[in-house]
């Protein structure tokens, strides 16, 4: 059997469900399913690129602008001080941006993380943000 990618591959190809929030054609944003604080989304490169070094520096940059839309949003509609971004990149071979909503620094700890997250709440959580990126006038790029 070939190679299939990486679990977020999977996830952006429409194999495996996933809670979209952008969608354009160099990077994908959807929610984590163990979110470390509500609203933790992931912005991701479509090109399966395991290191965030090796990233093409145009995909790179285009991946920091979507963050920062997504951060202004999330930091509008979820209770924070403002949005952390982490970069580790251990946890799945294929780069992504954590964004975060936190109070504090020790909020931005994968040990916070809720795996028991319950659908509704992420549901809410991705309608939440689709519909602030439309206002915002990132209607093209926000999936339905």
Sequence with gaps: MA???????????????????????TVVAFLTIAPIR?????????????????????????????????????????????????????????????LVPIRSETDLSFANADHGASSEALDAAAGSIRQALRDAGHGESVPD
């Design 38 to 98: 509500p609203g933790h989304v992931l912005v991701v490169p479509i090109e399966e690129v395991d290191r965030w070094t090796d990233v093409a520096s145009a995909t790179w940059l285009h991946a920091c602008e979507v963050s920062q839309h997504i951060s202004k949003v999330l930091e509008s509609n979820f209770e924070c001080a403002r949005v952390g971004l982490i970069v580790a990149g251990l946890e799945v071979p294929h780069c992504h941006i954590h």
């Design 3 to 25: 190679d299939s990618g990486t679990l977020f591959s999977r996830i952006i190809r429409g194999e495996l469900p996933g809670r979209f929030v952008w969608r354009d054609e």
